[in-house]
C-alpha cells in the first residue's frame, strides 16, 4: 500500500504532494515504532507480572508452613485449627 502512496505522488512530480507524503509517512514510522515500544513494554509487564506471581505462590507456601509450625508448636488440635483458620479468611 506504501509503494501504492509514493508511485502515485512520484508519479506526478508534484512538490506539494510530496511534502505531504513525507509527512504521512514520518507519521506512519513514528506509529509503528511507538507500537515496536508498546509491544516491548508489553513484553516487559508480563515478564514481571509472571515473576511476581511465582513469589506470591512462594510466599503463600511459606506462609502455610509457618501456620503448620505454629500449631505443632502450640499443640493446637484439628478443632481449634479448623476454627483459627476460618476466623482468619
Not at 58 to 85: G, P, S
Amino acid at each position: 500500500m506504501i509503494k501504492k502512496i509514493i508511485t502515485f505522488f512520484v508519479d506526478r512530480h508534484l512538490l506539494t504532494n510530496l511534502i505531504f507524503l513525507s509527512v504521512i509517512l514520518v507519521g506512519i514510522f513514528s506509529w509503528q515504532n511507538i507500537k515496536k515500544e508498546e509491544f516491548e513494554l508489553m513484553e516487559l509487564f508480563e515478564e514481571q507480572k509472571q515473576k511476581a506471581l511465582e513469589i506470591k505462590k512462594e510466599i503463600d507456601k511459606i506462609d502455610r508452613e509457618i501456620d503448620q509450625m505454629v500449631y505443632q508448636l502450640h499443640d493446637l488440635t484439628d478443632e481449634e485449627i479448623r476454627i483459627i483458620e476460618e476466623a482468619i479468611k
